[in-house]
């Protein structure tokens, strides 16, 4: 079994790379392998090229895909779960996640349609998918402004959408005032692996 671990934050002084580091023990603890795209570290180009545009604007499927794009692809291939960690930020993911969904959904694999309507996609189904993200304000708050909603739309039925078996949003809210909600974290943490195991095996 093989976790795929999408991370999307620029430092590690940050909350969200103790997670990161929590989820990376529990993983091992329970002997599940994994791999992380750490895309601050990798560099990893979230805008799209005018090319790109070309590609998918106007679905021409006979341009090229980059090769930065089919290895993340070839990673998505190898996975039975993929976990994306990273922080809220303007309620939703960081920009550069944003963009590895924007360039490593590319049509003809992640979506779209032939000529007479069709669907056509090649990216398999993954059997599990988690969006794990850190807040500052807490579930509660995020709930009851309709935010943690809208995220869970646009991260699970959207991006995720049909291209996962089953999909979790976590969201480990209130880390303005972490020492309250660290311990709860953890455990929430400690659980995935648990899950993951549990439906991936
Ligand atoms: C640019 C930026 C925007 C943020 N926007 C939100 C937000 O919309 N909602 C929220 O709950 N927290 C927001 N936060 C707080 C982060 O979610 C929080 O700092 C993070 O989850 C945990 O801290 P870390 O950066 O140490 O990992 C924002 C933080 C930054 C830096």
């Known amino acids: 079994m093989n976790v795929l671990i999408i991370y999307c934050h620029p430092s590690r002084e940050s909350y969200t790379y103790q997670i990161l580091c929590q989820l990376k023990n529990v993983l091992k603890k329970e002997n599940i392998e994994f791999q992380i795209s750490d895309l601050y570290e990798m560099d990893f180009q979230s805008e799209m090229t005018e090319q790109e545009y070309m590609r998918e604007g106007l679905l021409n499927l006979d341009l090229p895909i980059s090769q930065d794009v089919q290895k993340e692809q070839k990673k998505i291939e190898n996975s039975d779960c993929i976990i994306f960690l990273y922080p809220v930020w303007w309620s939703d ?35 599990y998918g988690i969006s794990l993200c850190t807040a500052g304000h807490p579930n509660t708050f995020l709930d009851e402004i309709g935010i943690a909603e809208s995220m869970r739309k646009v991260m699970i039925d959207d991006r995720l959408g049909m291209r ?11 880390t303005l005032e972490r020492e309250k909600v660290e311990e709860e974290h953890s455990e929430t943490v400690k659980n995935i692996g648990k899950w993951i195991k549990e439906y991936c095996t």
Request: proline share 2%.
């Open 164 to 174: 996962f078996n089953k999909k979790e949003m976590i969201i480990l809210g209130g």
């Open 93 to 127: 993911c960081p920009a550069k996640l944003k963009g590895w969904f924007d360039r490593v959904y590319s049509v003809g694999y992640a979506y779209g349609y032939d000529s007479e309507g069709n669907k056509i996609k090649k990216m398999e189904n993954v059997k």
